[in-house]
């Protein structure tokens, strides 16, 4: 009878803990890609990640690549052996054309322990490796971890290829204008704030303000709306002081942005 007791009490703190796993997991507001060829598996993963995630479900790591390249995710889950590219030539790809998943944590899935320890999971990108059968908690227990807290991203480059109708060479040859453009107003910025003109840098905040309004940029064009408005009833820059070094900070966010990740 005590038996039957504390297994009673392992099962409801197993459940209790489940429940909490999820929930961290719909906190964060995640989009997973799963990518396996094997439709019994892709489904029962998509069945444990559905209610709290949402998912995009693909059947080979030919799929897996396309859907990296305007899509960002906040986390990616490979089956180790698919078909046109295996699991580890998918990451590697991945890695090296998809602007939006250049950092997103990849989680290799193997039915076979041996290929999982035999792998350079760290040279193809990989974070973490896991054996089938999967288990609910143990995934979360890994995945959760491994994503980050929902954040803006300083570009949206599925934002900016749509607003350019899905042409992705325009979409990044406009982008590369818009950065060129920006580093000029950003050292422009500071030189006109430091004169006391508000007119000039107004007119230069509505170019921004503008030119945002493609690129994928929403933190940024919203600083830059707020901040030229402000300007239009201000008398010197010392009264928007501290609205203007927020959009520097915006700026400069899709700066580093750029470089880190959509620079070769």
Known sequence: QQSNKTDTRQSFGQESELLHLRQLLRDKQARLLIAEDNPISRRLLNSLLKECAVIDTVQDGEEAILACKNQGYSAILLDLHMPKFNGLETATRIRQQSKCNAHTPIILISANGLDLQQTDLHQAGIQFAMQKPIDEQQLLRHLLPLIAEPRQPAIDWSVCVAKLSGNIPLATEFLAEFVKELHKNHEELQTIFATNDCEALERIVHQIHGACCFCGVSALQKQAAHLEKR??????????????????????????????????
Do not use: C
């Open 231 to 264: 300007l239009r009833q201000a008398k010197t820059s010392g009264e928007v002081k501290q609205d203007f070094l927020h959009l520097l900070a915006e700026i400069e966010a899709v700066l580093s942005e750029y470089a880190e990740l959509y620079v070769a």
